[in-house]
Each structure stands twice: as C-alpha cells, then as structure tokens.
C-alpha cells in the first residue's frame, strides 16, 4: 500500500542487481538504446546535462530513467565524463548518448564544457547517481519557459538504506523543504542544485560556471543567474528526484546527519532574511 513513507513504484525498476559493468549483457544496453533514439532529436530545444565521476553503475541507472521521459520538448542527452578513474566510460561508449571528457576535477568545469557544446535552448542539470520520474522535464520545462524565468530547481528525495529509514528521511525532507521556502525569498541560489536544475543556456553562457572544483558550483551559477530574470522552485512532489543517503551518509548515522542540518540552518537563520551582496562567485570562498 502506498503511503507518504514508501518509495514510488516506479522508482524499483531501476534497482539493478549488476555488480559490475562487466555483468551488463548487450541486449541491456539495446533496450535502453532503442527508447533513446526514439527520445532524443537532432535539433534539440532542451539539453539534459549530467556530468559524471566514477559512476560506472549509477549512470546506467540514471539514464535508463531518463530514456523512459514523457515528453513533446526535442531533447539531447550529454554526459561529461570528469576524469573518472572506473569505467564510466565503458559504459557511456555503450550508450546512444552524447559524452566527453573533462580533464579538469570539478562539477563545475564538466558542466561548463557540456554547457559550451549542448545544442539545446534550455539546459536542465542532472546528478550521474539519481534517478528522474517520467514527467521530469515536462514540470521543470512548464516553469523555466514561463517569460521573465532565468533558472528553475526542482526538489529530491533519498532512498532508505540500512540506519536511513524511508520515514525518517521523510521527515528531514519536509524540514529540507520548509527551509527552501525561507530561503527562497531572499536567497533562491541556495535551493539551487545540480540534481534538478534547469536555465536559460544563453544566460548560462553568459555567467558561467567556476572552474576549480569547489562545491555549491550550481548555486554560483544560480546566483549569477539571477540578474537575468526570476529563480522558480518546481514545488510539484511528482517531480521529485531520488537518489542514494551518500551525503548524509558523510555525517555519519541519520542523527547525526539530522544534527548537522538543523545547525546549519539555525547558525545561517537570519542571514536568508537579508539578500547576499554583489561578489565574484569565481573567486569567493564557501563559508
């Protein structure tokens, strides 16, 4: 029965059971393929941009979702393989998709390089380790084309894995999310991440990505972003991407990860009540 705890559906048929890409048999890689061709187009409108490190498995994963999008936008896929060490490669060699290869480590300079190459109008950003419902580009495009709209985000949520219970990652999503509602008054750049995020690639061009590597490169991006029109939440819960606890994970166990969060929002409280100055996202440092 499906209730606010549970993982949707459509979601499992992406739990492979290969421990290695050697386990992949090519008529896998056949069926992806053939719902690719018929996905994307060679005048696309939109880009979907993935830069990938050491995801061997997980890109599989991440584009057998995006070869099952519902949609009317002609798009591309473009993977930008960030000098990964695995056989990432291997994989996107097996893959009716476009990729290259980004000597430079950073997220950042892989997605500059895609952005520089993609054919599309619009680019919509997402993470090697996720996976997209069907309706993905459709609910971020109905934002981003809206006039006045420079960059869109969308929301995500994490699959339960031992010590990370589906419900208790429910309950820090909802405090994830109350937070972005603050933050997106005066501070909308810092909802912005590159597991779902969409912007007007002309506008991109123009701001650029940083090119070291540094984490929050999509929230600089988004900043410099926002001189160029509106910064719009895809609020819709259909949307939603899923990915693995990796990032709570580097906390420790869930109570520690839920810790670190709350002390992180409480310490930067009335901060988001103010708007962040002019600076040079280029050169500026995290705090």
Same mark, same amino acid.
């Given at each position: 029965?499906?209730?606010? *705890? ?8 992406? !739990?492979?059971? *290969? ?101 599309? !109008? ?131 166990? *869930? ?33």
């Amino acid at each position: 029965m499906k209730t606010l *705890f549970s993982v949707p559906k459509w979601v499992n048929q992406y !739990e492979f059971a *290969f421990k290695s890409v050697n386990d992949v048999p090519p008529s896998f890689y056949q069926g992806i393929n053939t719902k690719l061709s018929k996905l994307q187009s060679p005048k696309p409108v939109v880009t979907i941009l993935i830069a990938a490190w050491n995801e061997e498995l997980n890109i599989l994963r991440n584009i057998s979702s995006l070869a099952n999008m519902v949609t009317a936008y002609p798009l591309e896929i473009i993977v930008v393989n960030n000098n990964s060490t695995d056989r990432t490669q291997q994989t996107l060699d097996n893959l009716n998709i476009t990729s290259y290869f980004q000597e430079i480590q950073g997220c950042g300079p892989a997605r500059q390089m895609g952005m520089e190459r993609a054919n599309g !109008e619009y680019i919509l950003l997402a993470d090697a380790d996720c996976v997209y419902p069907a309706n993905w580009v459709n609910d971020m495009m109905e934002k981003l084309t809206i006039p006045g709209t420079a960059c869109v985000y969308g929301r995500y949520s994490f699959l339960p894995e031992p010590g990370f219970s589906r419900w208790k990652l429910f309950l820090l999503e909802k405090m994830k999310d109350l937070a972005a509602e603050l933050r997106q008054v005066k501070r909308p750049y810092l909802n912005a991440f590159g597991i779902s995020m969409g912007y007007v690639k002309a506008f991109g061009l123009e701001a650029g990505y940083v090119m070291h590597n540094i984490r929050g490169e999509d929230g600089r991006l988004c900043f410099d972003l926002m001189k160029f029109g509106k910064i719009v939440p895809v609020r819709t819960n259909r949307a939603r991407a899923w990915t693995a606890p990796r990032t709570l994970q580097r906390d420790g166990d *869930f109570a520690a990860a839920l810790l670190s969060r709350i002390k992180i929002q409480f310490s930067n409280l009335t901060s988001l009540l103010r708007a962040h100055p002019a600076h040079d996202t280029k050169t500026s440092k995290n705090e």
